[in-house]
């Protein structure tokens, strides 16, 4: 059996409709299997003005908007559209990305098939509760998680780090990395652009402190714009970049009034973004991998993380950039202000830090998912497939 036996339905929460990292990964991931010869079907909600086009071909799912953050929607399991385009489609492998309804529903109607069933791991669930003031809820999450990951039969994870949480947690013992790859032609340290700098505010002498992502609460925004006060406090010149759109756009304005913001960025202005930071302050404690901390790194710029999933595999502590104390502003005003007294040293771990983003390759690290496909199918009986919804 190879890749051209495989027929993958994949489910997804969000496969285009809104832009982010996890679903910018499977998209490649399907437009990698697809140039191998798989056949793919990727389940999600759609919706009538996407954030971009799929890779493959993909079925809609019944779904209502998240109250409140109404640009993410929940998907609410099988209509009879999907259960019949299923049987037509005849999957001998199931793929689930989300733990949401629509998730539940594919994993038991894959074991009700005798189907193999593969989970990726795209970000820390459990952790947001406690960014909207009901921590309390994060163990009942992590039992639900449990649940959910326990009954799948193997799990892949976009980093070491967070596949040793996944561990800890008992979500199983079949766990294996599918990392994350970084496109070389938007993010190069040739991207800077000192006239781009300057039209946003930033004068050639300025020390840009960079954040790059979704403008959501769950990125540690309450972190970032503490450790900037701290800055100021400490009379630490600096500038701040923000590349991102979001419904928190707002409490970062109000916290962070003379960044400069850029919105939302794509292709070759956003590699130019990028490079034209003087770091990256990544204070999150949600990425299981850290798409954005790759791509910075990529750009030839430091990181300053989280010591967290994700960034512990990536980041170099004191050679590539800073991994500090989750939380703890003090300590990421200390790091941060380093970099900013020290240009030699925010060039030195820059350059090492993209040297390290070399070894990332996105057909290298895809081919280690369609292994993973392949060796489930076959524990599996080889290539049986699904007759029926």
Request: net charge negative.
């Amino acid at each position: 059996m190879d890749t051209t036996d495989l027929r993958v339905a994949l489910f997804s929460g969000n496969y285009n409709y809104v832009r982010d990292g996890a679903n910018q990964a499977l998209n490649r991931l399907t437009d990698y299997l697809l140039r191998q010869g798989a056949s793919v079907r990727i389940y999600s909600p759609k919706v009538d003005e996407p954030a971009f086009e799929p890779a493959g071909d993909l079925v809609g799912v019944p779904n209502v908007p998240i109250p409140g953050r109404g640009e993410y929607r929940i998907p609410l399991g099988f209509n009879a559209d999907v259960k019949r385009d299923l049987a037509e489609f005849r999957p001998n492998i199931v793929h689930v990305s989300s733990p949401d309804f629509t998730g539940h529903a594919a994993v038991r109607w894959a074991k009700s098939r005798g189907l193999p069933i593969l989970a990726s791991v795209h970000t820390r669930f459990e952790t947001y509760p406690r960014y909207y003031g009901l921590a309390f809820l994060e163990p009942l999450a992590v039992s639900i998680l449990k649940r959910f990951y326990n009954r799948c039969d193997a799990l892949v994870a976009p980093s070491q780090s967070m596949a040793d949480v996944l561990e800890e947690q008992g979500m199983g013992d079949d766990i294996s990395i599918w990392a994350r790859g970084v496109d070389r032609d938007i993010f190069d340290p040739s991207r800077r652009d000192m006239e781009w700098r300057r039209a946003e505010g930033i004068g050639d002498e300025d020390v840009a402190i960079g954040f790059l992502g979704r403008l959501v609460l769950e990125k540690g925004l309450d972190v970032f714009t503490e450790t900037t006060d701290l800055l100021k406090a400490r009379g630490v010149p600096h500038k701040v970049l923000v590349v991102g759109e979001g419904p928190a756009k707002g409490f970062f304005a109000e916290h962070c009034p003379d960044a400069a913001f850029v919105g939302f960025q794509k292709g070759a202005d956003l590699g130019r973004a990028v490079a034209s930071m003087d770091m990256l302050l990544n204070p999150s404690i949600t990425e299981t991998f850290g798409n954005v901390t790759l791509e910075a790194m990529a750009s030839g710029i430091p990181v300053v993380a989280a010591r967290a999933t994700g960034s512990t595999s990536l980041v170099k502590d004191g050679v590539t950039g800073r991994l500090v104390e989750p939380g703890k502003a003090e300590l990421f005003a200390d790091a941060v202000e380093a970099y900013i007294r020290d240009a030699a040293l925010r060039e030195a771990h820059g350059r090492a830090g993209e040297m390290r983003s070399r070894e990332y390759s996105w057909d290298a690290i895809n081919s280690a998912v369609a292994d993973a496909y392949l060796r489930l199918v076959s524990e599996h009986g080889g290539a049986k497939q699904a007759v029926s919804a």
